[in-house]
């Protein structure tokens, strides 16, 4: 398997099981940027994680790394066809839910928290009610991506 193959396949698995792997810890209650939703009860949601309910799609996505121009084609495939659902405190991507926490920062950005999946502690700010910039220096997705709402 060639460098480009390689790193094509990782993208094509990659980007589906690390935001459908969003899930992970959550803010402990009490804690900064306590969004007031007890995991898994669907409970009323304020601030960013209330901004963030429905559904996104990454509209643009600057990686940190260079992508190889044979990788780009299956890029844009996988970005036409990504969609992520908040609801609560989850996210859902290709049917399967995970936890999904923006915990709010006093300088108007918010940090969200998965279980080490896509945007595990990535810094965000809603740039309009309907889009949000992710600057995530992670390990799997380096680089930042813009989200805009679908309706």
Not at 103 to 122: H, I, P, R, V, Y
Request: glycine residues 16%; aromatic residues 6%; negative net charge.
């Amino acid at each position: 398997m060639g460098r480009v193959t390689g790193w094509a396949l990782a993208v094509a698995m990659g980007v589906t099981t690390a935001c459908a792997g969003c899930g992970g810890s959550t803010a402990q209650p009490g804690a900064p940027g306590d969004t007031g939703v007890a995991a898994g009860s669907g409970g009323p949601v304020s601030g960013a994680q209330g901004k963030l309910q429905g559904k996104w799609e990454i509209v643009r996505y600057e990686s940190q790394d260079p992508i190889p121009d044979e990788a780009m084609p299956l890029m844009g495939e996988l970005f036409d066809e990504l969609r992520l659902d908040v609801k609560g405190d989850k996210v859902v991507v290709d049917a399967k839910e995970s936890p999904f926490v923006a915990n709010e920062n006093a300088d108007g950005t918010f940090k969200l928290t998965t279980s080490g999946g896509m945007f595990d502690g990535a810094t965000c700010k809603f740039v309009e009610d309907d889009e949000f910039e992710v600057d995530d220096r992670g390990e799997r997705w380096p680089g930042k991506s813009v989200l805009k709402r679908t309706h």
